[in-house]
């Protein structure tokens, strides 16, 4: 069983910086796949970034790709997002997600039920 604690969520301006970070209880991210994904208001949870593969590969929603950075610091037993150039249409609570490493492949890595463990969410909200 994996606990995961998101931090870091905030109000911003547009244009702004903030860094997610969603830490791991008692172990290291190491043969885990993780992501993050976010949910606006009214709208579904979507995809935003992930870290896969026993040779780690990284992957971006491209409403995110250039701005964002996805990170761990095997460690910490943390999991980061770097966001900059924030716009207002990033905010949205924030999920950091996890699973076995081999249970996530370029075909799944978006789908939300790839992942088996969460955390509870964390707000960002960007101000116009």
């Known amino acids: 069983q994996v606990q995961l604690v998101e931090s870091g969520g905030g109000l911003v301006q547009a244009g702004g910086s903030l860094r997610l970070s969603c830490a791991a209880s008692?172990?290291?991210?190491?043969?885990?796949?993780v992501a993050w994904f976010r949910q606006a208001p009214g709208k579904e949870q979507e995809f935003v970034a992930a870290i896969t593969g026993i040779f780690p590969n990284t992957y971006y929603a491209g409403s995110v790709k250039g701005r964002f950075t996805i990170s761990i610091d095997n460690g910490k037993n943390t999991l980061y997002l770097q966001m900059s150039s924030l716009k207002p249409e990033d905010t949205a609570v924030y999920y950091c997600?996890?699973?076995?490493?081999?249970?996530?492949?370029?075909?799944?890595?978006?789908?939300?039920?790839?992942?088996?463990?969460w955390g509870q969410g964390t707000q960002v909200t960007v101000s116009s």
């Open positions: 008692g172990r290291s991210f190491s043969n885990y796949a």
């Open positions: 997600a996890a699973t076995w490493a081999s249970k996530v492949t370029i075909i799944n890595y978006r789908v939300q039920g790839s992942y088996d463990y």
